[in-house]
């Protein structure tokens, strides 16, 4: 069974653009959660999607979205790109939906950096 | 404030010795527990999950425990090797809340 796949796993942008990065979760699995992971700040919650609905939503503002297809591949979206959105991007995996008490099944992340 | 601590920040140790990372947590209401391990360059992997009444699990030579009267958790790895160097992660889960620790990056030397 594959894995959690995640596209592009390294890019580099300049401040003001955008960015698109793709998730493909584990086969079967429906809900996709996303993460931002810096030095400082360390792992932080953006969205979750379960059946193309995002169903939580962390502390981050407007320029982050999200959204999901309904084959449950889930693309996360940056707008006006900013210096401290540098940082590591996780996607994990869920077989249903809630955060909580499902295992999560990460991926290897995109390393975003923005120059 | 809901918070996950973990300490030491990071750590050294000789390969084949034990050592134990620790997690405080202030998150209420507390649903679970959980550790992850998290290699250079790659997504966390999920090591051991706890609800309120376990105080203990076990995962191979990790061995995790839990106090929730103290909101305290400890991960005790027993003869260390080479690919234990990593970064672990306490995540605690609550209410609609998931709040991560920053990690204790663990080194072990040969």
């Known amino acids: 069974k594959a894995g959690v796949t995640q596209t592009p796993r390294y890019l580099i942008k300049t401040r003001g653009q955008q960015v698109t990065l793709s998730c493909s979760p584990i086969?079967?699995?429906?809900?996709v959660s996303w993460y931002q992971q810096t030095p400082g700040q360390g792992l932080q919650f953006l969205f979750e999607?379960?059946?193309?609905?995002?169903?939580n939503k962390g502390n981050f503002p407007g320029r982050f979205s999200g959204r999901q297809f309904s084959n449950s591949r889930s693309e996360m979206n940056v707008s006006t790109l900013e210096l401290g959105d540098s940082a590591l991007y996780l996607c994990?995996?869920?077989?249903?939906?809630?955060?909580?008490?499902?295992?999560?099944?990460f991926g290897q992340g995109t390393r975003l950096t923005v120059v | 404030k809901n918070q996950v601590e973990q300490s030491p920040q990071s750590l050294i140790i000789l390969e084949g010795k034990n050592c134990t990372l620790q997690c405080n947590y202030t998150v209420s209401p507390f649903s679970n527990l959980r550790w992850y391990k998290q290699d250079t360059g790659r997504g966390p992997v999920s090591l051991t999950i706890?609800?309120?009444?376990?105080n203990t699990k076990s995962n191979g030579r990790y061995t995790a425990t839990l106090d929730a009267d103290t909101k305290q958790s400890s991960l005790h790895i027993t003869a260390s090797q080479l690919s234990d160097s990593a970064s672990y992660i306490c995540v605690v889960s609550g209410g609609d809340k998931i709040i991560f620790g920053k990690g204790t990056r663990l080194h072990i030397l040969p």
């Open positions: 994990a995996s869920r077989a249903t939906g809630g955060l909580m008490n499902t295992e999560a099944f």
């Open positions: 706890m609800t309120f009444s376990e």
């Open positions: 999607y379960f059946s193309e609905t995002q169903r």
């Open positions: 086969s079967g699995h429906r809900s």
